[in-house]
């Protein structure tokens, strides 16, 4: 049976809801600690958390903003969220469940963004930049923070092949040009980058996603059988552990956005 990409999406985070709140890979990070300095640092009226996933850029942001909406595709990731803000006793975030290709939010209605880990997953990532800048203020910062692709060709077909293999949702890890020229045409200018290289220890990887035993052994397969350039690059361990790239970036909501 034929489903759409949102579709699969839900199918995938839904029932993995709380598995994503608990995570350590997500719960914590310097990418975390520097998003919150950034929210900090603006004290935001309204910040938003696009692609919130198990709400651990809200739950930062909402230190220092008035109020933090997390906007989700997934209605059970958007519900885990909710109680766990309320058990923090985080009384000024709100939920929303959109897709992010179709906020349902004025122009200009948020004056700070953070999203994090949601981007390659995103079925049009144009629009979804477009959708980020339009309901920014003007001259307000967005931080967006995601694995990136190495570039390189070896390398990047073997990361978007065990990414794919574990997750039928993913779209994409986009390399830093990728990044940089989509922003320009979405409206953005791009104040500062930082890469760092973040641990993705294997089991735990992919019992998130409950992927599959028989795409478990494919991915171990693609492992085993890289080269020994690919197989440095990644750090691809006996287990199957491995480590990959992320990229923080800074952007500047543009007074005049791209149309």
């Known amino acids: 049976m034929n489903r759409s990409h949102m579709t699969v999406v839900e199918d995938q985070f839904g029932i993995q809801a709380a598995a994503y ?13 520097a998003l ?35 906007v989700d595709l997934s209605a059970a990731m958007m519900d885990a969220v909710q109680a766990t803000a309320r058990q923090r006793g985080l009384e000024n975030i709100e939920t929303c469940v959109a897709p992010v290709e179709q906020l ?30 339009r309901v920014l203020k003007p001259g307000a910062t967005a931080i967006f923070i995601d694995v990136v692709s190495p570039g390189k060709a070896l390398f990047d ?43 993705m220890e294997y089991q735990s990887w992919v019992e998130r996603m409950r992927t599959p035993e028989s795409h478990r052994a494919a991915i171990r397969s693609l492992q085993q059988a890289a ?12 287990d199957g552990s491995f480590s990959l790239d992320t990229l923080e970036i800074e952007a500047t909501a543009c007074r005049a956005r791209a149309m």
């Open 227 to 238: 080269s020994a350039e690919t197989a440095t690059y990644f750090a691809i361990e006996p």
């Open 157 to 199: 077909t073997h990361l978007q092949a065990v990414e794919l293999l574990r997750d039928p949702s993913h779209v994409r890890d986009y390399a830093e040009a990728e990044w940089s020229a989509a922003l320009d045409r979405a409206g953005f200018r791009v104040r500062g980058t930082r890469k760092r290289r973040l641990r």
């Open 21 to 33: 709140v608990s995570s350590a890979v997500h719960a914590a990070g310097e990418d975390l600690d």
């Open 104 to 133: 349902p939010f004025e122009d200009a209605a948020f004056d700070l963004l953070g999203c994090r880990f949601s981007a390659h997953h995103w079925r049009d990532f144009e629009q979804g930049l477009r959708e980020a800048r």
């Open 36 to 70: 919150e300095a950034v929210a900090m640092r603006e004290r935001p009226d309204r910040a938003i958390d696009l692609g919130s996933g198990g709400g651990h850029a809200a739950y930062r942001l909402a230190a220092h903003a008035r109020c933090v909406t997390a």
